[in-house]
């Protein structure tokens, strides 16, 4: 069977910090992985929303950086406190949160074939939305290799 780490990739993308600015997850390349689940927490404090999209790169220092204008699958739960499920979205490039003041979760589902020609790494973005709004950003991804060492997502 294996445990989630032998069987899941979690590289974190956005330590827990105010969303009064923009906020890039670091890069990871998506050379050894099968698919990337980008789950986005949200405290939102404040009646600003938070928009999350995907930027693309040509490397994991962000080389040639741009959005991923693609539609991806995207489940949103915008009150973690009152329920546990998810709704399925409209598949989109990006998702922006209501203005309601509740804990959130946002994920989006890429898979590396919808990446740009010469770009092999992503990044998650949360939109500047105000600094009482709390993000904090991870990666679950499938790996091509099944084991507790896997291949470093964080360099090319």
């Known amino acids: 069977m294996g445990t989630l780490v032998q069987k899941k990739k979690i590289v974190e993308a956005i330590a827990p910090q105010t969303n009064a600015a923009a906020l890039t997850g670091d890069y990871i ?3 050894t992985l099968h698919k990337i ?3 986005v927490h949200i405290n939102q404090a404040n009646a600003a929303t938070v928009k999350v999209d995907i930027l693309e790169a040509k490397a994991v220092a962000g080389t040639d950086a741009q959005v991923l ?3 991806m699958p995207i489940w949103v739960n915008e009150d973690l406190a009152a329920a546990d499920g998810f709704t399925r979205q ?3 490039a990006d998702f922006t949160t209501s203005a309601a003041l509740k804990h959130k979760m946002v994920i989006i589902e890429i898979d590396p074939a919808i990446l740009s020609d010469g770009f092999d790494c992503v990044a998650v973005r949360a939109g500047a939305s105000n600094v009482a709004n709390i993000v904090q950003a991870e990666y679950v991804c499938d790996p091509r290799y099944l084991g507790s060492s896997q291949p470093s ?4």
């Open 69 to 71: 204008a693609v539609d």
């Open 90 to 92: 409209t598949d989109d």
């Open 37 to 39: 689940t980008a789950k």
């Open 153 to 156: 997502a964080i360099i090319d």
């Open 29 to 31: 390349s998506v050379k």
